[in-house]
């Protein structure tokens, strides 16, 4: 009887490097920006230590390269980034004010890229530093929504960083603060027009954004406030005053403009075709002052 032998190794080895399976450049990609990021060094703070009762803040991200390589890191405030406000209580204990993202709503960490690869990243040479700041009312938030919260406290805002479990936090205070007399509010420019019940035979009516200006009075020294965007829509003169009787719904955040200590005297508002904001008043010797807020650069002052 004949003897013979067939090899199954060549089979085996071709097996072997068709099944091998192939690296994910998105995935290597993925996990270096994941190990760039972990090299920075993260400092966070607001733009002030104490404010008042819902008040818009902005908030800034410090990250430095320390290595003398490039990093390619997240870049702060992105997709990737979420905050956590907390209650100081009276023993320094903090009170989360909402629930921890990484635990109800996202995963604790990311092991593998979006499905889009959608992830906002910027280069650090080394030794180089990069500032991010995000205003509270143009998306982050210190816990009030969309301004600091307005129960007078201490507070502390901490910042998760690439959902990798780095944090950093800054803490600041609410003061108390009641309402001065003057509260204003103007029109702006902008309107709209509608039908009351959706029928054409009706007459239109036409609806108005407004803002407001308005005194804020904490311990000795009183604040001008200004609202940085259009507030709801207004229909008549009425409504306008009485849009002016107090700092209107509490979820429209302000600005402080100025400050003074005896009050802002013989206020007046006004708004310019172009949207620029007119304040004026008169000061502790009676001389008429004015300040004009350009639309385009209406940021903290």
């Known amino acids: 009887m004949s003897k013979f032998t067939i090899s199954l190794a060549p089979c085996f080895l071709m097996t072997l490097a068709i099944g091998a399976p192939q690296e994910d450049p998105r995935q290597a990609r993925f ?10 060094s993260l400092s966070m703070r607001t733009d002030r ?3 008042l009762p819902g008040e818009a803040a902005t908030i800034s991200i410090v990250a430095r390269n ?15 980034n979420y905050f956590i406000p907390y209650q100081i209580g009276p023993t320094g204990k903090r009170i989360a004010l909402m629930p ?8 604790p960490e990311f092991t593998a890229p979006p499905p889009n690869f959608n992830i906002k990243t910027i280069k650090l040479a080394p030794r180089q ?11 982050a938030t210190l816990g009030g929504g969309e301004q600091v919260q307005e129960d007078p406290g201490d507070y502390e805002i901490e910042y998760r960083y ?14 108390p603060a009641r309402l001065g007399a003057a509260s204003l509010a103007v029109k702006m420019p902008r309107n709209t027009t509608y039908l009351p019940n959706g029928k054409k035979s009706e007459r239109a009516e036409t609806l108005y954004t407004y803002r407001q200006a308005f005194e804020l ?3 000795t020294t009183t604040y001008l406030c200004v609202n940085p965007m259009d507030m709801g829509l207004i229909s008549e003169i009425k409504s306008l005053k009485e849009a002016s009787l107090g700092i209107g719904d509490r979820k429209f955040v302000f600005i402080r403009v100025a400050e003074s200590p005896i009050g802002f005297k013989e206020l007046t508002f006004a708004v310019r075709p172009n949207e620029d ?6 000061d502790a010797q009676q001389q008429l002052q004015t300040l004009t807020l350009d639309k385009n650069a209406l940021k903290k002052q």
């Open 31 to 40: 996990d270096k920006i994941m190990e760039d990021s972990a090299l920075v």
């Open 49 to 51: 230590e104490d404010y």
């Open 66 to 80: 320390n290595t003398n390589e490039t990093l390619e890191i997240l870049k702060p405030f992105s997709d990737l």
């Open 100 to 107: 921890d993202p990484s635990v109800s709503a996202l995963p």
């Open 129 to 139: 530093e990069d500032i991010q700041k995000v205003d509270s009312f143009e998306g």
């Open 162 to 175: 690439g959902m990798s479990g780095r944090s950093v936090a800054a803490r600041y205070r609410v003061v």
């Open 217 to 219: 009075i904490s311990g």
């Open 277 to 282: 904001l007119v304040l004026t008043w008169k």
